[in-house]
């Protein structure tokens, strides 16, 4: 299975500012994956970050408001831009390894 | 519409009674369902991989099957550290790329 890491692990943020996200893998990976996560609820998709291309975006989720980066085969940054309250979340990379997808600890952002 | 859900939302045991969790997924074709645990305040763990109607897997006190319409995952003699929320996630075979859908969750709570 891969490893995967995010940072920060949690934050504070005030209405108005950016934050960015940071997933590392420790395998090479072909397809990277941003999920949000609000209180109390399931998994939602953000978009699918490949290397080497634009990511692809849900419906809901927008660029301009959710940059991502994915400079590499083993790392990829989400920018959550302008917080509002309502994006406070549990924001997961995740990476398909073999068939099977696999999640980083997550990043418990609270924006006030 | 692609949809998962899952049943029973919350589900409260005692230690060594068994249960089942339940699965039903509305996908126009299935490449994979998948079930996960996660703890508070963590990214989900992976836990099976089921492609095809009547396969079975088995890890520890847990088992997961799957039909042409629904999935069960079973715990045999539940102990407390197997509190925690059990997600499924179909994987729909029409998307050209490695999308997931997640479902709501069963929390479950092993009472010793």
């Known amino acids: 299975s891969a490893v995967i890491s995010q940072k920060p692990s949690r934050d504070i943020c005030q209405r108005g500012t950016s934050l960015t996200i940071q997933c590392q893998v420790d395998s090479q990976v072909t397809m990277m994956f941003w999920y949000r996560q609000q209180p109390g609820q399931s998994l939602t998709l953000i978009a699918t970050a490949n290397q080497g291309s634009e990511a692809t975006y849900e419906s809901g989720f927008v660029i301009d408001k959710f940059p991502i980066s994915r400079p590499n085969l083993t790392f990829s940054t989400l920018t959550v831009s302008n917080m509002s309250p309502e994006d406070s979340s549990i924001y997961l990379c995740?990476?398909?390894?073999?068939?099977?997808?696999?999640f980083g600890p997550g990043t418990r952002l609270t924006v006030t | 519409e692609d949809q998962v859900t899952q049943s029973p939302e919350a589900l409260r045991l005692q230690e060594g009674e068994s249960s089942s969790l339940n699965c039903s997924y509305t996908v126009s074709g299935l490449r994979g369902l998948f079930w996960y645990r996660q703890d508070p305040g963590k990214g989900p763990e992976f836990l099976f991989t089921l492609y095809s109607a009547g396969e079975e897997k088995e890890k520890e006190r847990l088992k997961a099957t799957l039909t042409k319409k629904e999935s069960f995952l079973h715990i045999t003699a539940p102990k407390p550290e197997d509190s925690a929320t059990y997600l499924c996630a179909v994987h729909p075979s029409k998307t050209s790329y490695d999308k997931v859908i997640f479902g709501p969750g069963t929390s479950l709570s092993v009472i010793p």
């Open positions: 995740s990476v398909d390894w073999g068939g099977e997808q696999y």
